[in-house]
T-cell receptor
Framework: NAGVTQTPKFQVLKTGQSMTLQCAQD?????MSWYRQDPGMGLRLIHY???????DQGEVPNGYNVSRSTTEDFPLRLLSAAPSQTSVYFC????????????FGQGTRLTVV | GEDVEQSLFLSVREGDSSVINCTYT??????LYWYKQEPGAGLQLLTY?????DMKQDQRLTVLLNKKDKHLSLRIADTQTGDSAIYFC??????????????FGKGTKLSVIP
């Protein structure tokens, strides 16, 4: 099993560019989430999904879109990148809503210049 | 809103015990977690405790929960250099939308001195 796979690992964007961060899991987990991690701060929830076709906003959703067309994939889209979105992004999946068996990807380090 | 607080740094000698502390504010937390993050890696779930428990032990790890004081601790016995990492405390509660959302602390950087 690959677990949770995030691509790319590193990305540099110019302000105003758009891009999609990919996340895929092969564990048939229903629950998937996107977090951002900023220096000196814990992870903050951006968006999450409780199953295919269902998404909802987390703590810091502005500037990001998500979709969940399949159980396996949960891409995160930045429509118009801003320097404030410079961060490390983590995708996570879990078999149930309790997150007691959550798995995290290796992260995508994004820099917006 | 929810808040999870941890000290930012802890330094211990190899072979000693490490105790990482965490306080949280939301009394309706259902689960409390400890995650480990090694440099350049994602978060790894170490252990979790259900809110109606006081203690959970798993090999070298002991989790203590004081619900009255909203205090959670992680004790690592016989700390090794491989335990050097950032440790995150997290709480979750039912969002009412079919999902338990995690709220993380800022992380405690554990440095183990050989």
């Amino acid at each position: 099993n690959a677990g949770v796979t995030q691509t790319p690992k590193f990305q540099v964007l110019k302000t105003g560019q758009s891009m999609t961060l990919q996340c895929a899991q092969d564990m048939n987990h229903e629950y998937m989430s996107w977090y951002r991690q900023d220096p000196g701060m814990g992870l903050r929830l951006i968006h999450y999904s409780v199953g295919a076709g269902i998404t909802d906003q987390g703590e810091v959703p502005n500037g990001y879109n998500v979709s969940r067309s399949t159980t396996e994939d949960f891409p995160l889209r930045l429509l118009s990148a801003a320097p404030s979105q410079t961060s490390v992004y983590f995708c996570a999946s879990s078999p149930d809503e309790t997150n007691t068996e959550a798995f995290f990807g290796q992260g995508t380090r994004l820099t917006v210049v | 809103g929810e808040d999870v607080e941890q000290s930012l740094f802890l330094s211990v000698r190899e072979g000693d015990s490490s105790v990482i502390n965490c306080t949280y504010t939301d009394s309706s937390s259902t689960y409390l977690y400890w995650y480990k993050q090694e440099p350049g890696a994602g978060l790894q779930l170490l252990t979790y405790i259900f809110s109606n428990m006081d203690m959970k032990q798993d090999q070298r790890l002991t989790v203590l929960l004081n619900k009255k004081d909203k205090h959670l601790s992680l004790r690592i016995a016989d700390t090794q250099t491989g335990d050097s990492a950032i440790y995150f405390c997290a709480e979750s509660m039912d969002s009412g939308a079919g999902s338990y959302q995690l709220t993380f602390g800022k992380g405690t950087k554990l440095s183990v001195i050989p």
